[in-house]
């Protein structure tokens, strides 16, 4: 297996949560990225899989939290107290091993990519 398969995403009410799912190609460092309606692709967290480091961005905001079971290739994002601004598709990446330059939220950083879990939120 190659491609991410993201899993988890739905409706929910402004204050829920959910969690995200991605069973995922072996890889150095897992990333959940999200694209919001009109707006480009962003990166949500990231985890480096050898030694759990995570990386977040703004927008997490301390509610969400990427989790991974090695045994089972594995990569979650919990998210909680989720507002209408968090609805998007989100999207499972795996990065290739290499390093092209770029923070973990940047997109070109990711080799392999899922086609996407759409998460609503409303108000």
């Known amino acids: 297996q190659v491609q991410p398969v993201e899993s988890g995403g739905g409706s929910v009410q402004a204050g829920g949560s959910l969690r995200l799912s991605c069973a995922a190609p072996?890889?150095?460092?897992l990333a959940w990225f999200r694209q919001r309606p009109g707006k480009e692709r962003e990166g949500v967290a990231a985890?480096?899989?050898?030694?759990?480091?995570?990386y977040y961005a703004a927008s997490a905001g301390g509610r969400f939290t990427i989790s991974q079971d090695k045994r089972k290739n594995m990569v979650y994002l919990h998210m909680n107290s989720l507002q209408p601004e968090d609805t998007a598709m989100y999207y499972c990446?795996?990065?290739?091993?290499?390093?092209?330059?770029?923070?973990?939220?940047?997109?070109?950083?990711?080799?392999?990519w899922g086609q996407g879990t759409q998460v609503t939120v409303s108000s």
């Open positions: 985890i480096s899989t050898a030694g759990g480091r995570t």
């Open positions: 072996y890889s150095n460092r």
């Open positions: 990446a795996a990065s290739d091993g290499k390093t092209y330059g770029g923070s973990w939220a940047a997109s070109y950083e990711y080799a392999y």
